[in-house]
């Protein structure tokens, strides 16, 4: 009756009269419910589950989907009615089906309240849990006493800050990294090694970025790019800096103190008499704050610091790269910075080309490789390469490349200055470096062109002594001018150039590629390096078959040769 009245009193339209639909603000119902009670239930309504400033109206005001239904004050009503009278049962408690049940009305979504009832489990004092059952005790749960604990925290920044770093720190360890180095908060910039090789910096939380206004992560970034302790970094173009962003900070703050408040629970839960669903509830509290911690710190480290150049006589500026995506914290950074040429970890040799005369690098007519590695790791306007290895490789690549007069360079072992010439320069061929200690030079294609050009004329050679009787150049006594060996004589060079080569090589059937591949590098590689010079390379093929060559096979045969522009090609019988 208390009931029935109340709600005409407010005006209450619904069509049926549900659990979630008594008015247990009112002291009327509210007496008339907690009077066959056993315990003190009123403080419990109060806080928990109707009244001015109870928990789901809270809850309600924070969310318009909810408050357009009063979605968590109903679900609070219908757990405290089914669940009070029997909280102490061995079987306590209502299933979330039974509850959505005594909660939807018709029209209404049952995720709406499934979402209000698992917001309302994680913050209320008195509802308990286990599995997917709901009930209400007069005695407060280990939610509150996580909640204190988490706010006693608050100004403990200290323990917040080494519970991240913790974090971070066992992250970047357990990843693989083509960084040579991982530094994680470093309390001074003589921490960070200064060699040539690209390393990560990641900022400490005292350095935040933000994208408007003065941005402390810039600033901290900036001094350990220039120095180390007190002197002066010589390889500025290897350190990349990873800072948190502002706005994340309070986020990440809150679910560190929740975790923490939630790992102390069970690290005292003798000490706290926890009875086994209590400590089984504090267990997967923690897991759920340690996996929002970790999602956290995903959101809030994803800014990326790289120094930059545009223009070798211009002003160093900043750059700020957004990470996210899946992955841990380094390998994001990677696959971000990869594509979008702020991290080499492979050159070409054409790039290696374009930065050889666009800065110029060229010291004269050639650099020595080991210059250019300085080079590289030295200056900010230069790709940023991850190690000295990626620089060999790409030494090899322009040197080995068919188009080296125009896309590439050459290789030389030295020069020297008195002949004016280099020693042992090659082009357009595998070369072999030490990638830990290369030596040699790089020379400028037209340079070592015309050098080339010059070896392939033959010296001129004295003429051949007459032979014993006396014979001349006719071919009878000595030796003629075709270079073949004659009697009585010896090998006669050729006095001309060679102007034409041919060859021909059987290849292994069913290593085809191969064969051909090795050819084309051994050989052909380098006639075609020459100006001027005409290649031409013409496959045969013959296959005989005893028995015959099955229908099928002509028909694949005859299409796969006209697809591929056979200038000839066909069946024969014999």
Not at 195 to 224: F, K
Not at 354 to 379: A, K, T
Request: proline share 7%; glycine share 10%.
């Amino acid at each position: 009756a208390a009931v029935i009245h109340s709600l005409w009193e407010q005006g209450d339209r619904s069509p049926l009269i549900l659990p979630s639909t008594l008015p247990m603000d009112d002291p009327r119902v509210q007496s008339e419910l907690t009077r066959y009670l056993t315990d003190n239930w009123v403080p419990v309504i109060q806080r928990d589950v109707d009244g001015e400033g109870a928990l789901p109206r809270q809850i309600d005001g924070e969310s318009s989907t909810f408050g357009r239904y009063g979605a968590t004050r109903r679900v609070a009503r219908t757990i405290f009615l089914g669940s009070a009278p029997t909280y102490t049962a061995a079987n306590r408690g209502l299933d979330d089906r039974r509850i959505r049940l005594g909660c939807v009305g018709p029209g209404e979504s049952p995720n709406v309240f499934g979402d209000a009832l698992r917001r309302l489990a994680t913050r209320a004092t008195y509802l308990y849990t286990d599995g997917t059952r709901y009930w209400y005790a007069p005695q407060p749960n280990v939610n509150s006493l996580a909640e204190e604990r988490a706010e006693q925290l608050r100004g403990q920044s200290d323990r917040v800050a080494e519970e991240i770093e913790r974090r971070v720190r066992e992250q970047v360890r357990r990843e693989s990294s083509v960084f040579a180095g991982i530094h994680p908060f470093p309390r001074s910039s003589h921490e960070i090694p200064d060699e040539p090789a690209a390393r990560l910096v990641i900022l400490g939380l005292d350095a935040p970025h933000q994208r408007s206004g003065e941005s402390p992560a810039q600033a901290a970034a900036a001094q350990i790019l220039e120095w180390r302790g007190n002197q002066p970094r010589v390889y500025r173009n290897t350190l990349i800096f990873l800072a948190v962003d502002r706005t994340q900070l309070d986020g990440l703050d809150e679910a560190v103190r929740r975790f923490l408040a939630w790992d102390s629970i069970l690290r005292d839960r003798e000490a706290l008499n926890l009875d086994p669903h209590q400590t089984r509830t504090a267990e997967r509290q923690r897991a759920d704050a340690d996996a929002t911690v970790n999602l956290r710190l995903e959101e809030a480290f994803q800014w990326v610091l790289v120094p930059e150049q545009p223009d070798p006589r211009g002003d160093m500026e900043w750059t700020a790269v957004r990470v996210s995506g899946s992955g841990g914290l380094v390998d994001r950074i990677v696959k971000k910075l990869g594509p979008e040429g702020k991290l080499y970890t492979t050159l070409g040799g054409n790039v290696l080309r374009l930065s050889l005369d666009n800065v110029p690098l060229w010291r004269g007519d050639h650099v020595e490789i080991r210059q250019l590695v300085e080079d590289f790791f030295r200056y900010v306007y230069l790709p940023r390469l991850r190690d000295p290895s990626v620089l060999v490789e790409a030494v090899k690549s322009g040197v080995n490349m068919l188009t080296w007069t125009h896309d590439g360079f050459a290789f030389a072992e030295g020069y020297d200055e008195g002949a004016g010439r280099y020693r042992g320069l090659r082009a357009g061929q595998a070369i072999d470096l030490d990638p830990a200690a290369p030596t040699g030079l790089v020379v400028r294609p037209q340079v070592a062109e015309r050098q080339l050009k010059s070896e392939l004329v033959s010296p001129p050679t004295p003429p051949n002594p007459p032979g014993p009787a006396g014979g001349g150049t006719d071919g009878t006594g000595g030796a003629g001018t075709g270079g073949e060996p004659v009697p009585g004589g010896g090998n006669g060079p050729t006095t001309g150039k060679f102007r034409r080569f041919h060859g021909r090589a059987t290849l292994h059937p069913l290593r085809v590629g191969a064969n051909a591949g090795r050819i084309a590098e051994e050989v052909i590689a380098h006639m075609k390096a020459l100006t001027g010079a005409e290649v031409e390379v013409v496959l045969e093929i013959t296959v005989r078959a005893p028995e015959g060559f099955p229908e099928h096979v002509v028909r694949t045969v005859r299409e796969n040769c006209a697809t591929l522009k056979f200038a000839d090609f066909g069946f024969e019988e014999e």
